[in-house]
């Protein structure tokens, strides 16, 4: 009962900020801003791109990144998005169309819960398999906080040591600027913080 109260407090507070940026663009795009992060590049050992995006610019962005030789292996997990379609599979894929060597590409479905938290256990033993000890987390702008967040929690919580640094990779259909004139992006935006309001609630 004090979690759903926790939680339905949680919405409302979103709801009220977001009438309240509303009324500034500048406040507005404070919004969008808040949700990003992104730290300075060093070449590491695997680049993870993160799943959830259909419009292929994770992928895009950890294949820029690898024929930068800012990382030696592409990681990915997904899951079943079809009978017989994965998510990690279809990343692959598009990865090697896009030059990447195949034994360059460790792919494998999430084997727990689907979201942001599972997929992060499942690329971190990954990682801890392949004895990697450097990596660059690759997901949408707007996802960024969220996820470097929750990775830093796994990190912390398997007593992992990893050096890592997120990117940001720009989204097409959620843009940071001028966010609210975009359907998708509001959308995506106000899931983004209930989301992350959730994760704080439950961790």
Same mark, same amino acid.
């Given at each position: 009962?004090?979690?759903?109260?926790?939680?339905? /407090?949680?919405?409302?507070?979103?709801?009220?900020?977001?009438?309240? !940026? %509303?009324?500034?663009?500048?406040?507005?795009?404070?919004? #969008?801003?808040? %949700?990003?992060?992104?730290?300075?590049?060093?070449?590491?050992?695997?680049?993870?791109?993160? #799943?959830? #995006?259909? $419009?292929?610019?994770?992928?895009?962005?950890?294949?820029? %990144?690898?024929?930068?030789?800012?990382?030696? !292996?592409?990681?990915?997990?997904?899951?079943?998005?079809?009978?017989?379609?994965? /998510?990690?599979?279809?990343?692959?894929?598009?990865?090697?169309?896009?030059?990447?060597?195949?034994?360059?590409?460790?792919? #494998?479905?999430?084997?727990?819960?689907?979201? $942001?938290?599972?997929?992060?256990?499942?690329?971190?033993?990954?990682?801890?398999?392949?004895?990697?000890?450097?990596?660059?987390?690759?997901?949408?702008?707007?996802? /960024?906080?969220?996820?470097? /967040?929750?990775?830093?929690?796994?990190?912390?919580?398997?007593?992992?040591?990893?050096?890592?640094?997120?990117?940001?990779?720009?989204?097409?259909?959620?843009?940071?600027?001028?966010?609210?004139?975009?359907? $998708?992006?509001?959308?995506?935006?106000?899931?983004?913080?209930?989301?992350?309001?959730?994760?704080?609630?439950?961790?």
């Amino acid at each position: 009962m004090k979690k759903q109260v926790l939680i339905y /407090t949680a919405i409302i507070f979103t709801l009220s900020l977001f009438v309240f !940026f %509303l009324s500034s663009e500048r406040w507005m795009n404070g919004v #969008s801003n808040f %949700l990003v992060h992104s730290d300075p590049l060093e070449p590491a050992e695997a680049i993870v791109v993160l #799943s959830g #995006s259909g $419009t292929g610019n994770r992928i895009e962005a950890g294949v820029k %990144l690898f024929k930068k030789g800012l990382g030696k !292996f592409i990681v990915i997990s997904g899951d079943e998005i079809y009978p017989g379609y994965y /998510t990690h599979t279809l990343m692959k894929n598009y990865a090697i169309n896009l030059g990447v060597p195949e034994d360059k590409i460790i792919a #494998s479905r999430i084997e727990g819960e689907i979201s $942001t938290w599972g997929e992060g256990i499942d690329n971190l033993k990954k990682l801890e398999e392949n004895n990697f000890k450097s990596f660059i987390l690759v997901t949408s702008a707007f996802h /960024t906080y969220r996820a470097r /967040t929750i990775y830093d929690q796994l990190i912390s919580d398997f007593g992992y040591n990893f050096k890592w640094s997120a990117y940001p990779a720009e989204d097409p259909l959620v843009p940071i600027k001028d966010w609210w004139k975009e359907r $998708t992006a509001r959308k995506a935006i106000f899931i983004e913080f209930i989301k992350l309001l959730y994760f704080y609630i439950e961790h």
